[in-house]
């Protein structure tokens, strides 16, 4: 047991590591690329600030060992969670089923910039079923799908085999 007590810290941190290489990547293509995410991009990363939150608690001195596991399990869920919300998300880039109302750019400009001023809701926002970058022709919605699904996946197995 001691030695599961000791590995628990390095679990943690790769899991605090992975969020913020994640985090950092989406971060970086917005600020840096000029790269806009829709809504559901901004969805997709707040699992990973929950996972990340929950590793930083993880290092707080004298939490039982029963709650450090239990945290790397929900960690590990709400990444899934992100990769739930890509698979939604790659299925309205590809025609599967449609997307929310916020995700669609149906607004028409206004003719004047009279108009322009008394519409103070009027918002161009970045549309969820076009792709505004990919990569070998999957989008980033693709990409966290799969990085979300087998990380989060990896760290329910790590919580659930290694921590008990």
Request: proline share 4%; net charge neutral.
């Amino acid at each position: 047991m001691s030695i599961l007590i000791g590995k628990h810290n390095f679990i943690c941190t790769v899991i605090m590591i992975t969020c913020l290489v994640v985090l950092g990547s989406a971060y970086s293509l917005e600020y840096f690329m000029g790269v806009k995410p829709c809504d559901l991009c901004i969805y997709q990363r707040w699992p990973w600030w929950m996972a990340f939150m929950l590793s930083i608690i993880t290092h707080f001195p004298n939490l039982p060992y029963l709650w450090i596991s239990r945290l790397v399990r929900v960690a590990g869920l709400s990444i899934i969670i992100s990769g739930v919300i890509a698979l939604y998300h790659v299925g309205i880039e590809f025609d599967w089923w449609g997307g929310p109302s916020t995700c669609t750019n149906n607004d028409t400009l206004p003719a004047t910039l009279y108009d322009l001023h008394a519409s103070n809701s009027f918002r161009l926002t970045t549309r969820c079923d076009e792709v505004p970058w990919s990569i070998f022709g999957f989008s980033l919605a693709s990409y966290n799908w799969v990085i979300s699904t087998v990380i989060g996946a990896a760290i329910l197995m790590v919580g659930v085999k290694k921590l008990n």
